[in-house]
Structures are given as structure tokens and as C-alpha cells.
């Protein structure tokens, strides 16, 4: 199945709709929104918080179709949210769906402690029974006993740097059936480009890219969501990317949906391989590829 397209923007003629006043999604408590500091005590919307809601309602377009066909096919579902921060998704997705349904568990991951503790604490308050913290990593996760061995949907909502990447690995070791990934700032990939510029510059008027260091930054960023398709494609996952509303103003407003489907793109690892192999980026062929690229003889450079 296809995740939901976005809403038709086509002109129809006739002058666009009004934005709704209150970028409310109908049935959503207006109490967990107070807990969660999206609205006030006065239960008031700034307009900080109506940029976060209306972020919220567009992420959960694309979420909850995905979860009624779980729920459908198979009655019950497991969604891992890996670097949660204060779980906004998961209390919302739990506030919206799994509560009236009375189905499904998620699992907020995250580092910092002090995070774990408020979740846990709000879930008990709000009586949201399937909802469990664990104060991991999303590296530690692929392996941990207290996850159960079947995830069905993964999330991964700006986790900071390289975890969208342990994301990825988890979401490959447990198979989910979906993915939702909007990646962070990605560091790592850039540092490579940053680090071989000169001789990349050398080799290939390509280099021209990512020859400025603001170029180096946004290129590192596009060409790591690129791989990661790639990686996940490889994988037998479909893979669909689209634009996080409400993020305009930042780098980081992609949103990559992917469907295990079990039948892989056929040359997706190895135009994966052959990329890391041009850019002069094979020391990150083992985030990526299951098995490394080899570095590339000084002849093939030429
Ligand atoms: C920018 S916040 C995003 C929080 C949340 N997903 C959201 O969209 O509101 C990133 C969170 O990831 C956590 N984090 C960073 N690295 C992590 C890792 N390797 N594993 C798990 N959590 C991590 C951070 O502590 C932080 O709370």
C-alpha cells in the first residue's frame, strides 16, 4: 500500500478553502496537548505551539494510514519510536488511535534518562497502558531483550545525527513492515566529503558540488537520505520521500516512508556501492552496505 498523498493543492477554479482556525485533529485530548506544553494551561495556542500542531497533523496523515492497515491485517501492532525526546508522536499517535482502538503498543527509545522518567510518568497518568519507555540506545536496541522480537512499524523523527542510521539497522534487523524516518543534520557524510575534498576536486569536476562549505553541508545531508534509500531499497523496502510541513525553514524537513514490499531493487546496493566508490566515500560503506566497498585503485581515479 501507498502511504496518503498529500492533500490535492491543484487549482479547481474556485478560491482555496480557509485554513482551519484550530489545527486540532478532531477527538485529540485536549489535556494530553497541556501536559505536552502544546497548549497553554489556559488550554491557549501560541503561535509556536500551532506551528508544532500543525506539524503533528500533517506527520500523522501520513502515519495513520499506515497503522489501520496493520491493525486490519493483523489486529495488533508494535510501533518503536527510537529517540523519542518527550515522545510527542507516541503520546499523539496513542491519544488518536491506539487509545480509541484498543490496540497496538509502542515503545519510546531514548537516551537521555530524564526523558525516559516523564514519559513513564505521563503514560501512568494518562493511563496509556501500552505505552513503555527504555532509557537505550537505538545502536543498543537492535539487540536489547526488553524490545519485543516483531516491530511492525519503526519511527524515527530527528534523532540526532548518525541514529536515524541505528534506526535503519533496527528497522532491517526486526523487518518492520514500515518505516518513517525525517532524518536530523547528518554530520558524518559531510565530514568524509570535507575531509577528501581536495583530492576529489582533482578527480572530478563533480567535486564542484560540494566544493563550497555551505554546499558541503547541504550536499552531505541530501546525498545521506539518498543512501539511505538506496540502503533500504536494497533491503526490499519501498520507498517513498516527501516534504515535512511546517519545517520550511530547516534543513531537516524530509519525510522518508518506506514499505517492506520483499522484493528488492535490483541494482539499488550496487548503485549504492558504485556512489560511495565515486565520491571517494568508501569508509562509510559499512553504514550503509552489509558487505564493505573496497577502496578504489589510484588508476580508476583518474
Ligand atoms: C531532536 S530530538 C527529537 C525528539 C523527537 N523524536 C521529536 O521529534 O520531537 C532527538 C532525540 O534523540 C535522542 N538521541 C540522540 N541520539 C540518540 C541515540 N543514539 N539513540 C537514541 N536516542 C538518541 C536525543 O536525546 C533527543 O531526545
Not at 506539524?55 to 491485517?73: C, S
Not at 510518568?121 to 494518562?126: C, F, H, P, T
Not at 537492535?142 to 511492525?152: G, K
Request: hydrophobic share 40%; net charge positive; charged share 20%.
Amino acid at each position: 500500500m501507498n502511504p496518503k498523498k498529500s492533500p490535492n493543492t491543484r487549482h479547481s477554479g474556485k478560491p482555496p478553502a480557509p485554513a482551519p482556525a484550530e489545527p486540532l485533529i478532531a477527538g485529540q485530548s485536549i489535556e494530553l496537548l497541556k501536559e505536552l506544553h502544546i497548549l497553554t494551561r489556559e488550554g491557549k495556542l501560541n503561535q509556536d505551539s500551532r506551528r508544532k500542531l500543525k506539524q503533528v497533523r500533517h506527520l500523522y496523515q501520513f502515519i495513520e494510514p499506515l497503522l489501520v492497515h496493520l491493525q486490519e491485517a493483523q489486529g495488533d501492532f508494535t510501533l518503536v519510536d527510537l529517540g523519542a525526546g518527550k515522545s510527542y508522536l507516541g503520546f499523539i499517535l496513542y491519544d488518536l488511535f491506539l487509545h480509541p482502538r484498543h490496540c497496538g503498543q509502542i515503545f519510546g527509545i531514548e537516551t537521555r534518562a530524564e526523558l525516559v522518567t516523564r514519559s513513564r510518568e505521563l503514560a501512568g497518568r494518562l493511563g496509556f497502558s501500552r505505552m513503555y519507555f527504555e532509557h537505550l540506545s537505538a545502536e543498543a536496541s537492535i539487540h536489547a531483550p526488553t524490545l519485543p522480537a516483531r516491530v511492525d512499524i519503526v519511527t524515527a523523527l530527528h534523532a540526532c545525527d548518525t541514529a536515524t542510521d541505528d534506526a535503519i539497522r533496527f528497522a532491517l534487523h526486526k523487518r518492520a513492515r514500515f518505516v518513517v524516518l525525517a532524518p536530523c543534520c547528518q554530520a558524518e557524510v559531510a565530514a568524509v566529503l570535507r575531509q577528501n575534498k581536495s583530492a576529489a576536486l582533482a578527480r572530478t569536476p563533480l567535486a564542484e558540488l560540494w566544493r563550497h562549505p555551505i554546499h558541503t553541508r547541504e550536499f552531505g545531508s541530501l546525498l545521506t537520505n539518498v543512501l539511505r534509500c538506496l540502503q533500504l531499497e536494497a533491503h526490499a523496502y519501498r520507498v517513498t520521500t516527501t516534504e515535512l510541513v511546517g519545517w520550511e525553514h530547516s534543513l531537516k524537513n524530509e519525510l522518508i516512508i518506506a514499505e517492506y514490499t520483499g522484493q528488492t531493487r535490483g541494482n539499488a546496493a550496487q548503485r549504492l556501492a558504485t556512489i560511495l566508490h565515486q565520491l571517494g566515500l568508501e569508509a562509510l560503506s559499512s553504514r550503509f552496505l552489509d558487505s564493505p566497498v573496497p577502496p578504489a585503485p589510484a588508476e580508476n581515479n583518474a
